[in-house]
Every structure is written in C-alpha cells, then in structure tokens.
C-alpha cells in the first residue's frame, strides 16, 4: 500500500475496495457551555487487508475516532461508511446488528468476562449471534488453539496472564471472522515480551484479505507491524504514512 | 445467553449470597409470620370446626364471635325449631367454668354442653373412653391438652375428678381437640349437667344448632331464623368468617403481624435491591463489552431479569423451606400456632416476585443506558 495523506483524499464515495471511509467527522462531548471536540473533521480510509496503527497523543481522539468507525458511538457530523454500509444513518438496532455480525473488538482492559472459563469467553460473540453453547464453544477452542492457548480452554481470566488474557480476547475478536478489527491499546498493558506475541498474532491471523484492521497504539515499540499509520492530534489525523515494515516483524 | 448470565450471577459469590440472602429474609419473614397469623386466626374459630353436623348456628342478635356468649332463654329452641326449613335444632352451651382441682387449685375452663338426647358437637376423635359414657351422672370428657395443662408429667387416667360449682365433675374420656386462643382445657358435658357446673345465670342457652331440611338452602332457613325469632342466624363458614373477621377488625393482631411482613418485605427489599444494584455495576464493563459485541438492549435486560427470577426462585425456595422447618420445630414444642395454607405460599411468592423486580428494574436501567464505547476506557 502507497502512503496517501489525508489532505489528498477527495470527498468521492468510496471505493469498492475500501473497508472504512470517514469523511468530515466531528464529535462533541457535552453540552450546552461545556462542550470538548474530540474530533475536528477527521478523513480516512482504509483499504481491505491493511493493518493501519492510530497513533498520537493522549487526549486526541484516537478512541474516538475507532469507537465512531466500530459503531459504538455517533458522530457529531460528518460520512461513516464502513464496510459499504452508512453507519451515520444507520438506526440503533441495525447498528447493533451490524457490530454483532461485523466487527470483532480488542480492548486495552480485555474486557473478559470473570465467571466464563477461555473458551466460553472466546465463544460470546458467536452465543450473542444465536449459535449454541457447545458449538460456539468448539468453534472457540479452535481459534484458541490456533492462538497458542490450547491447553488453557478451561482456565479462568483470573487464572490467566495478561498475554494469556489478551490473546483470549484477541481469539473472541476473531472467533466470528469479523470483517472489521478493531483493537484499542492491545499491548499497552503487556510487557515488551507479551506485546510482541499479541501484535504478532493479530498481523498473523487478523490480517487477511476481505478484512481490514485498525490498531490504536501509543506503544512506539509495536509501529512495525503496521501497513500504514495514521498520525493524529488535537482532534485531527495530520499525516499518513507507509511503515518501514521490518522484516522479523512482518514474519511474526 | 441466559446460561451467561446465570454464571455471571452464581460467579461472584459474595454478590450473589447477599442478594438471595434479601430474598431468604423477606421470604422467611413473610412466610413465618404470616402462617403464625393464619395459625392464630384458625385458633379463633377451631371451637366452630369441633362442631360437626349442624350447618346453621342460631344466637342472639348482638354475638359478634364464637367467644361472644349472650345467653338466650330456653324456650328460643322451640322457637326455632318451629321455623319451616329447620330439619331439627339442639342446644349447645358454651361458658367458661371455674374448676376446683383436688390439690386445691383453680383453672379456668372452657365448659361445653351438649344435647343430652342427641350429644350433637361431641369430640370427634376421643383417646380414651367413650362418648356414651358422657351419659354418667357427673361425667365429663376433658381434652388431651386440658389434661396435659392441669396435670403436668401425669399419665392419663380416667376416673380424675374436680369440681365446678361445687360439683363434682369425673373425668370418663380424654378428647383431642382443636386448640384455642385461650388453651384453656375443654371440658365436654351434656347440657343439662353443664348447666350444674356454670356458674349460675338466669339464661343459659348459648347458641341453638340447626339443620336445614333437605332441598332448602342453609342461607335460607338462617334468613326464616331471623326473620320469625329475631334472633341471629349464620351458617358454619359464615360464623367461621364473622369470627376470623371479628378478630382483624378489633385487635390488633393484623397490624402487628402486617408490620412485621411489611419489613420483611422492604428490608428484603432494599438487601436485595441495593446488592443486585452493586453487583450490576460491579459488571457494568462487562455489559458494555456484550454491547459492544452486538448483544441488543433486549438480551442485556432478559439477563437481568433472568438473573432476578433465579435469585427469586433461590431465595423463595430456601425462605419458605426455612419457615416450614421453623412451623415444623414450634409444632413439636406446640406453643405457637403455625398454619401455612397454600394462601400463604401464593402470597410470599407474589412478595419476591415484586421484590426481585423491583431490584433488577433498578438495574436494568443501569445496564440499559451504559454505552458500549465505555469498554474503550482503560
Ligand atoms: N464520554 C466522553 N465524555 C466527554 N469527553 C470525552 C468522552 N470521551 C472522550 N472525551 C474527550 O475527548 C477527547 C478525546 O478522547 P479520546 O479518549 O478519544 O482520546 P485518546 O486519543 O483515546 O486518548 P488516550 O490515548 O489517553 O486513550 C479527550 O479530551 C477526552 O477527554
Ligand atoms: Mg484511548
């Protein structure tokens, strides 16, 4: 993939091969007096098969700007169009549809559940799309297995590492072949060791070709495995570029 | 998803004890308290259902309850049994007696006298001797409580006498019978004799116990009753009902065991509601994240709710057990009056019903508004 800056995207409709296309997006928090600007006309697009890092400092709406393109959260103004589909205009339950059968999540808190064991846990987005218990939870323990966790299905979170914890969480982003990853902070609350595993496996497994990828990182270390990363501040992405994608990296 | 959430709820053990402990304590307050209540009341109109047979009870106009004697004259029986619709009419005394034990002590008691001819109202169920023997000069059967309550760590023995009245009454059988709000022993007598042992009145008469004849309606013949005697007349569930009612509206026994329930049921209440509350926002990343995941506002509030009935059904089952092993316990000692009808499981179960909706509704509103977006917050 070619680096294109964002002030060079035009305001067409997006392109066939295009997973998230974000144009003129703002979002205020607040009301009335007190209102922030998290976002102050955010462009953006990216393509399928492309792991893309939003990086930039605390505050500048990087949570923002991906809970917008999960859905989780409306846009003040501005198009989302993710996966063909116009988010901005979508009402509240196709939108919760559309996360159910499109979007996988990782979150910096892995955000498991206490009382499911790995499998179950890794299962959830399948039991909330109507599957069974033991199929979903078989269908679960593949995609643990393929992660390395094969021998941990019945371990509780609270049994587990915070790289065992996240690759579980990494392994319910993905158990539904979403078409839309999205993960927030994956290795901020790992260490080096366990950040590098992490990353490893989401441009291992995670990256293919109908499915587009979106890190946030604040983590420097972690920059290498992107395809293109996307710079943000106040508010606003000021630049674009092509990673210099190392070679170990890239290999996993 | 329900089995998520039943796993949610069960996993987080002090949570879930607590909000079961809320439902427990309302439901055994409830159950307990309001059997002790149906068993009192059931004390209040046990010495109607002793009396088997007749279905109507003739009385004077003012009588309000089973243990509100005012005598008539005598004579009211013939004129009841003149009444067309009366199959046949008996006498039924019913007083309170002073006996003189042969130590020398007093106890009161409660002196019932039955038809000579007919003995309508005798015990049903004796232990020992025999109804006919009830047609002995000075004869009287006495129940197994009485005897038990004026003669302590004795054996029964018939033959036992005491006086009334300075009359000698001997004991020829031993009863059981329903147990009163006094626990006074009963003593049972033909009327005439009875007569002997109360004390002396001008009238004596208490009630005058009829029968419909075939074909008319109780209701009916109890209307001719009063309307040619001017006398009062009820049938056996309606006197049942005078007396229960008698005893709501002029004690205080409602109010005390309404005030207890009503506790029960706030403070299970607030347990409950505040512990589920707590355990909810305990969990409020983790609904987040389900929303996040695509789990709509409904399967989030069915999950509440789930958990609430399954709570509920804990709490209630192991609530009621408890009162049913407590009325089981006092039975044993028999110093309390424990009577748990279906009414009273019907009732505390509608009580945990509102109260775990009461504490999932002041969650699901918690759950319902959270935005999956907060699960992006570290
Ligand atoms: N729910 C909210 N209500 C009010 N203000 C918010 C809310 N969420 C974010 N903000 C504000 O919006 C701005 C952008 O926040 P955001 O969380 O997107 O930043 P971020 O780039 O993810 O920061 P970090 O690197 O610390 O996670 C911040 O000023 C923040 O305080
Ligand atoms: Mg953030």
Known sequence: MGAVTAATIPTTPPAADVAVHVRGVTKDFGSGGTTTRALRGVDLDVPYGELLMLVGPSGCGKTTLVSIIAGTLDPTEGDVVVLGEDLAAMPNGRKVRFRRDNVGFVFQAYNLLPALTAAENAAVPLIIAGWNRRRSVEAAADVLDQLGMGDRLDRLPSELSGGQQQRVAIARSL??????????????????????????????VAVQPGRAVIVVTHDARVYSYADRIASMEDGRIEAVVAATRSAAAGAG | MLWIAWKMLVGNRVKYLGIVFGVVF???????????????????????????????WGMDKGVQYVDDIKPLA??????????PGVEWAVRFYKGIARARLEEGTYEQMILLGLDDATLVGAPRQLFMGSIADLRKPDAVIIDD?????????????????????????????????GRTFTSFPIVYTRYSQAVLFAPPERRVLSFVLAEAAPGVAPEEVCRRIEERTGLQAVTRTQFLWKTIIYYMRKTGIPINFGITVLLGFFVGTAIAGQTFY?????????????????????TILTMVLAQGLQVGLVGYGVGVGLAAVFGWWVRGASRL????????????????????????????????VVEPAIVFRG
């Not at chain 1, 078409?179 to 441009?203: F, H, K, Q």
């Not at chain 2, 059997?35 to 088997?52: A, H, K």
Request: with cysteine; charged share 20%.
């Open chain 1, 175 to 204: 158990v539904h072949s979403p078409r839309l990853l999205i993960c927030d902070e994956p290795t901020s609350a790992l260490d080096a060791e366990n950040g590098r595993i992490t990353m490893d496996l989401i441009r291992e």
């Open chain 2, 26 to 56: 309302a439901a055994l307050l409830i159950a307990q308290q309001a059997s002790i209540f149906c068993g009192l009341m059931s004390l209040t109109i046990n010495q109607i259902r002793d009396v088997e047979g007749p279905g109507i």
């Open chain 2, 74 to 83: 005598d004579t009211e029986l013939f004129r009841v049994k003149g009444v």
């Open chain 2, 145 to 177: 409580a009485g005897y038990r309550r004026i003669w302590p760590d004795e054996p029964f023995r018939i033959g036992r006498t005491f006086e009334m009245n300075d009359r000698r009454a001997v004991v020829v059988g031993l009863a059981k019978a």
């Open chain 2, 278 to 298: 707590l355990f909810t926002v305990e969990n409020i990343r983790q609904y987040g994240a389900l929303k996040a995941m695509g789990a709509s506002n409904w």
């Open chain 2, 337 to 368: 009056a424990f009577f748990m009808p279906w009414e009273v499981l019907a009732i505390t179960g509608a009580a945990v019903f509102v109260i775990v909706l009461v504490a999932s509704l002041v969650s699901i509103r918690k759950v319902l």
